[in-house]
């Protein structure tokens, strides 16, 4: 017999429940989200698995739920997060399921790994973790950063006298610049204790539109991948990850929508490729700008052509991570 487990992760609470069929899911219980309980949400597993394999989907909440995630998979479990627009989507659409509460959350987890076998999750390299949790600290400072710049500028735009303002956003704006830039030291040392990681930063940026600043989230990108996929991952695979897959609309003849992008993966990574094919562009001459221009020659628009120079650039890094080689010019160039 195969059981699915699902698991709803919040800070405090785990919820869980079993499948064990395509239609049929009961939920377990609540427990609490603490390294204590592990045991006993194991023994709660263990009792309806029986002698099944035991494979668990979680919801993919961060630091929240990636605890219990390296706790299964220290277990041998099988451990799956998917997508959670994937999962809501099928949950609406395949079983027109609209109620949204723990209990059953877990139980559409679980009903979906039954259904659709997601892939096993893997955790990440250890230094490769490390350079991940620097880059999110990096992109919450930039953010703040940003924030507390516009409100400085708002601020002497209108031209009035707040000097207890702007000595505190001052303060605030001098303590964020300190933060980046412990960051990106603490970013230079890892990557200098490991001569393998150097040299794939060095091989990403002879990639058109790979700077210093897209390479080390695209590196981290790719390196998910290739532990998600146990080396065995394709291109497609990756972009549709990323979210930058095609999706089309059509039914019949009188419905049509103009066709876009699937937007399902990591927000944050597609814009900063996004970023990245918009300065490839402008560059004088390379395969990136070419093959812009023969888009524009057919009649494609600038966005659909800037995204589509985004999934490029993503196709030929995970290439060039793959193989362990440069960017090969003549490669990129059509037949």
């Known amino acids: 017999m195969r059981v699915t487990f ?7 609470h785990l919820d869980l429940a079993a499948a064990t069929s395509k239609k049929k899911a009961k939920y377990l219980g609540k427990f609490k989200n603490t390294v204590k309980e592990f045991p006993t949400i194991a023994c709660v597993i263990k ?14 909440t961060g630091s929240y739920g990636k605890p219990f995630a390296e706790w299964c998979h220290k277990q041998n479990w099988k451990v799956s997060l998917p997508n959670p627009k994937r999962v809501r989507d099928w949950a609406s659409g395949g079983r027109g399921t609209r109620a949204k509460t723990d209990p059953v959350d877990a139980k559409i987890l679980a009903l979906f790994g039954y259904n659709t076998e997601p892939p096993a999750w893997h955790p990440l390299d250890p230094t490769w973790a490390k350079m991940d949790e620097l880059l999110n600290l990096q992109s919450m400072y930039e953010k703040n950063l940003r924030m507390v710049e516009n409100q400085l500028h708002a601020i002497n735009a209108q031209g009035e006298t707040r000097k207890e303002s702007e000595k505190s956003l001052n303060r605030t704006l001098k303590h964020f610049k300190r933060e980046l830039a412990q960051i990106d030291k603490k970013l230079s040392k890892e990557l200098a204790k490991d001569e393998e990681k150097s040299e794939h ?3 990403l940026q002879t990639c058109p539109g790979v700077g210093e600043k897209l390479v080390l989230p695209l590196l981290i990108l790719l390196a998910k991948w290739d532990s998600l996929t146990s080396g065995q991952g394709n291109s497609k695979g990756i972009t549709a990850l990323v979210g930058l897959d095609p999706r089309l609309y059509t039914s019949g003849s009188s419905v049509y929508k103009h066709p876009g992008i699937s937007k399902m993966g990591d927000r944050f990574i597609r814009s900063k490729l996004f970023a990245a094919a918009c300065g490839g562009i402008s560059a004088k001459d390379n395969p990136l700008v070419q093959f812009y221009r023969r888009l524009i020659g057919r009649g494609k628009g600038y966005k659909v052509s800037v995204v589509a120079c985004a999934r490029k650039i993503l196709v030929w890094s995970w290439a060039i991570y793959r193989d362990r080689k440069n960017f090969e010019e003549n490669k990129a160039l059509p037949h």
């Open 6 to 12: 699902g698991i709803d992760v919040s800070q405090e």
């Open 201 to 203: 930063v060095k091989r």
């Open 47 to 60: 009792e309806h698995a029986g002698t099944a394999p035991i494979e668990v989907v979680m919801e993919p």
